[in-house]
């Protein structure tokens, strides 16, 4: 029984980055912006917020600082994308291919670090409950944060009259242009936003869950992030719910190895993206569904007539 | 203020120019970079720009690292301009050096040796059908189930690169190879047959050229090249015209997982001659660079795969001569391409100086 109770811990604990990533990428797509710098964003946040975490052993300060930096990054994306109307495709890989290169460049020097394993937070009263309170209460504060991040978007998004214009931007920038809502400003607001959640994401990765840096530590969560929105068909709670299935997955792989089942170490490391592959596949396996839920204007750049 | 104004025409002397202000702005910043490092600006460019050029043996290396660029970056080149985006051109090398090497692997362990007239064939053959087969997981995916072949494409990197890795962990593991996970190193008649004696240098080079002057009759000179290109420049018309976006996408994705995997294949049986876990180091993505500074243009790949070699090769100079660390290649490489994109901004627009308390006309 216990070992259930620490593989669902262990699941909510893996899916997390991917909701919180997954959820600005949301934002971002939701104004009609397509971030494929999403992983580099990460990959750069992740060795600042360890960096900071590292030097001045401070959480908060990590996770800072990784905000910081996936949305600086985000900022040179944005930049590029919304004023110099460049391919957004070409673009984000560009972003991801540096980001790639500047976090192994940054990072040489905290290789093979590590970083103390961070404490879990214990909520009082349930996580004295058995069964339930080890795999649902003993998690790093940034797991109910997470949560809580997807109920403030639900909001922002849908209740809010900044959301509105959010999502009229997403679907028809000349409509919202006409109206005289600036949409390259908020454009860039959502895309920084978004790159600032990556950034938190990235953190997660290198100060909580592995807890070290080597190059390339994301390895590929920021495009099954990605993966997510869509399979999500844009709606945050399916964005967690799509976040924790992942992070069930990646948890499988290593529950499966401890259950002694033969199969080699290598197989099981595909499963996530293999599983990516396949949910990704049956989502768009109707073009309608899509068209509907998809920001219209998603991908395409937008110039405002002079 | 300064104003971007659309021009009536795409400039094409900008075209050409901006991947040559792109590498300015990059060695400008790479100069500052080398400063901050505490390094001699001056000597530092030359390790990236000049040294790898110095003498026969490094130029010979400079195009070896070049071919395998090349060849990548002009099948990538075709998808591109038929809008598919496959960036997974890094699997599909795997899966061609893989399938290449695996032919090449069975023929040593069978102990049959072929006269290189034809085992070398069958090796490169064996690499494209690999590269085509990974290729072909990406286009089925897109067309049938309308999936991203942007996400799938690069999920399967992942999944090439553990495949290589549990082969090369267990199956091929060479029984006599002190446990290392590598495989055995392939017969000699296997071998791509090296062009200049004393340097690594192979046939590979010239297959990679003569695949520039066949994709150039393809792009420029054949009609299935122009209905690729339409269909990525105005799908509308495309449609219009009747030409199949099916077939656009499967020509683009098998040309391209092709040479991919005949990269892979010229890799495996050029300069590496077995097969280990680190077969590719991100070669796959680097051609994607090389693809978008060459212009997408077959004879601007050349240069750019040259050029992009060049950076590879500083980059272990580098790491040798002046202790520099070996990652910053992949930064180079990185803001190349952004500023690459930035400056293609000028292709399109100009940049005008216009004072703000004049009203527009």
């Known amino acids: ?34 971030n494929l710098g999403a992983e580099g964003m990460m990959l750069v946040a992740a060795i600042a917020g360890f960096a900071a975490a590292f030097t001045t052993g401070s959480d908060t300060l990590a996770f800072l600082a990784g905000a910081a930096a996936g949305g600086l990054l985000a900022a040179a994306f944005g930049a590029l994308v919304i004023w110099l109307n460049t391919n957004q495709y070409a673009t984000g890989l560009a972003v991801s291919l540096f980001g790639y290169g500047f976090s192994a460049f940054v990072g040489v020097e905290f290789v093979g670090k590590k970083l103390a394993e961070r404490s879990a937070f214990e909520v009082p009263l349930l996580a004295d409950i058995p069964l339930l309170g080890p795999a649902l209460f003993k998690q790093h504060p940034m797991v109910y944060l997470a949560i809580g991040l997807m109920f403030a978007l639900i909001w922002f998004l849908y209740r809010s009259r900044a959301g509105l214009v959010l999502r009229a931007i997403g679907e028809s920038p000349e409509s919202a242009h006409a109206l005289g809502y600036k949409v390259r400003w908020i454009r860039l607001g959502a895309v920084i936003a978004g790159g600032a959640l990556c950034g938190v994401a990235g953190a997660f990765l290198s100060v909580v869950y ?50 002694g089942v033969d199969v080699s170490s290598q197989l099981l490391a595909m499963l996530p993206y293999l599983a990516t592959i ?29 | 203020m300064l104003m971007l104004e659309a021009r009536p025409q795409p400039s094409k002397a900008m075209s050409a120019a901006s991947p040559l202000i792109a590498l300015a702005l990059t060695a400008v910043i790479a100069a500052l970079l080398f400063l901050a490092l505490g390094k001699d600006p001056m000597k530092g460019l030359g390790i990236f720009f000049v040294e790898p050029l110095n003498g026969l043996r490094q130029v010979s290396e400079v195009l070896l690292k070049a071919t395998p660029l090349i060849v990548i970056a002009l099948g990538l080149a075709v998808c591109y301009r038929s809008n598919v985006w496959n960036i997974g051109a890094e699997g599909q090398y795997l899966l061609g050096a893989l399938a290449g090497g695996g032919v090449a692997l069975w023929l040593t362990t069978h102990g049959i040796v072929l006269p290189k007239m034809i085992a070398v064939p069958l090796v490169l053959l064996g690499g494209v059908l690999g590269g085509m087969a990974w290729a072909a997981i990406t286009a089925v995916l897109r067309d049938k189930f309308n999936a991203s072949e942007i996400l799938v494409s690069l999920m399967l990197v992942y999944v090439a690169q553990q495949l290589v890795n549990y082969l090369v962990f267990g199956a091929w593991k060479d029984p006599q190879g002190f446990n290392f996970p590598q495989t055995k190193t392939f017969d000699a008649s296997t071998w791509l047959p090296t062009l200049l004696t004393g340097t690594r240098l192979h046939v590979g080079f010239l ?47 098998m040309i391209s997982g092709g040479l991919a995997g005949l990269a892979g294949a010229m890799e495996a049986a050029g300069p590496l001659r077995q097969i280990t876990p680190h077969i590719s180091t991100g070669l796959g993505f680097t051609a994607i660079i090389v ?40 930064v180079f490489q990185g803001l190349l391409l952004v500023l690459l ?10 940049i005008r100086l216009r004072r703000s308390h004049l009203a527009p006309l």
């Open chain 1, 210 to 259: 592995a807890p070290l840096w080597v190059e390339g530590l994301v390895a590929g969560r920021g495009w099954i992030a990605l993966a997510l929105t869509t399979f999500a068909t844009w709606r945050p709670v399916r964005v967690l719910l799509g976040a924790y299935l992942f992070g069930g997955v990646t948890m499988l792989q290593f529950a499966l190895q401890g259950a």
């Open chain 1, 1 to 34: 029984m216990n070992e259930i109770a620490l593989l669902i811990a262990a699941t909510l604990a893996s899916g997390t980055p991917l909701a919180i990533a997954g959820m600005g990428l949301l934002l971002n797509e939701k104004a009609g912006v397509l």
């Open chain 2, 341 to 350: 994109l930035a400056c293609d901004t000028l292709i399109h627009y100009r």
């Open chain 2, 207 to 253: 297959v990679a050229l003569a695949a520039v002057a066949l994709m150039w009759v393809f792009m420029f000179r054949m009609f299935r090249g122009f209905q690729l290109q339409v269909g990525g420049l105005a799908p509308a018309a495309a449609r219009y015209a009747g030409y199949s976006a099916s077939t656009s996408l499967w020509t683009a994705m």
């Open chain 1, 278 to 306: 396949v949910v990704l596949a049956l989502i768009s396996r109707n073009p309608a569904w899509i068209r509907i839920n998809m920001p219209a204007s998603l991908g395409k750049s937008f110039h405002p007539g002079t």
């Open chain 2, 291 to 330: 693809c978008f500074v060459g212009r997408l243009h077959p004879l601007g790949i050349v240069f750019a795969g040259v050029l992009l070699s060049m950076m590879l090769i500083g980059g272990e100079l580098g790491q040798s001569r002046l202790g520099l660390p070996n990652a910053l290649t992949g």
